[in-house]
């Protein structure tokens, strides 16, 4: 019988040049593969799929990555800094019943 692999939904107040954020996203996703989670990370999963200009495109990424928050056991905030979309993910995961940690956290160091 095969055991359920936690879910965890990767949060940060992103760099805005992407290839800066996608490394970070990367490393903080390397980490929680090693403590034994599936890390679920819309800067990563979404990466060329959405056109950044469109807005019917931004609301549907953000759809979805509201969908994967809500299917994810943790939201795992990475980083030392919060923006909005932080606290927004904050928000719904606590609406939603998903537990809150950070990174550190998780992995188990300062």
Not at 77 to 103: F, H, P, R, W, Y
Request: charged letters at 30%.
């Amino acid at each position: 019988m095969s055991r359920t692999i936690p879910r965890a939904y990767v949060t940060a107040a992103w760099n805005k040049n992407s290839i800066i954020a996608q490394a970070e996203a990367k490393k903080y996703c390397r980490e929680l593969v090693k403590e034994g989670y599936l890390p679920l990370c819309p800067i990563l999963v979404f990466d060329g799929l959405f056109s950044a200009d469109d807005m019917d495109s931004h609301k549907r990424k953000k759809e979805m990555s509201e969908d994967l928050l809500r299917r994810a056991r943790f939201l795992v905030i990475c980083g030392d800094m919060q923006n909005d979309e932080v606290k927004d993910d904050i928000a719904i995961a606590k609406k939603a019943k998903v537990i809150v940690t950070s990174l550190k956290g998780v992995i188990g160091y300062e």
